[in-house]
T-cell receptor, first 117, second 118 residues
């Protein structure tokens, strides 16, 4: 079963629009980590944020913000005033501390974001 | 501090040929992972090492894939013989073990090796 679901396959916005990327996860662990990564066309995975399951405080970093809600098992990512350089594939990932996975990451299928001028 | 280093960056081989990828993790990271990312998909775990020991290789196609991590540092992933369906990006990552302090948990990916089998 897919542990991380990113329902949005592709999103296209015009520059300066706000955009939210959805992520829903599934786990039985009480201790886990959630991640967002950016993968630009060059291919490398760029770390954006890590959140542990005990910290539901939302976070803002410049134009980026994250909304973590355990009640709905969601960890959504919002880009405010999007820019062309934000165009990339964004991955949400889950790492479970209590299973025998050794913190291996379960990735969603990614959301491809296209920001046009 | 150097990140996770992978080589080669790109590799094109004919099917049935062997190929090997190399990974040098971040110094001090005792856990090393190999992931495969197929086109249009998220990365999927192939194998996880804790020091020299492969503790999770359940997703590694053992008929043609092999991996090793000598001395618990560098790692090599090999495919022999390669098939067309092996074309993908192979990513290496390393992390610290959780020492009871959640803030110590670090996870870093290399730039990957893009394999094309023709």
């Amino acid at each position: 079963a897919q542990k991380v679901t990113q329902a949005q396959t592709e999103i296209s916005v015009v520059e300066k629009e706000d955009v939210t990327l959805d992520c829903v996860y599934e786990t039985r662990d009480t201790t886990y980590y959630l991640f967002w990564y950016k993968q630009p066309p060059s291919g490398e995975l760029v770390f954006l944020i890590r959140r542990n399951s005990f910290d539901e405080q939302n976070e803002i970093s410049g134009r980026y913000s994250w909304n973590f809600q355990k009640s709905t098992s969601s960890f959504n990512f919002t880009i405010t005033a999007s820019q062309v350089v934000d165009s990339a594939v964004y991955f949400c990932a889950l790492s479970e501390a209590e299973s025998n996975s050794g913190y291996a990451l379960n990735f969603g299928k990614g959301t491809s974001l296209l920001v046009t001028p | 501090e150097a990140g996770v280093v992978q080589s080669p960056r790109y590799k094109i081989i004919e099917k049935k040929q062997p190929v090997a990828f190399w990974c040098n993790p971040i110094s001090g990271h005792n856990t090393l992972y190999w992931y495969r990312q197929n086109l249009g998909q998220g990365p999927e775990l192939l194998i996880r090492y804790e020091n020299e020991e492969a503790v999770d290789d359940s997703q590694l196609p053992k008929d043609r894939f092999s991996a090793e991590r000598l001395k618990g540092v560098d790692s090599t992933l090999k495919i022999q013989p390669a098939e067309l369906g092996d074309s993908a990006v192979y990513l290496c990552a390393s992390s610290l073990d959780w020492q009871g302090d959640l803030t110590n948990y670090g996870y870093t990916f290399g730039s990957g090796t893009r394999l094309t089998v023709v």
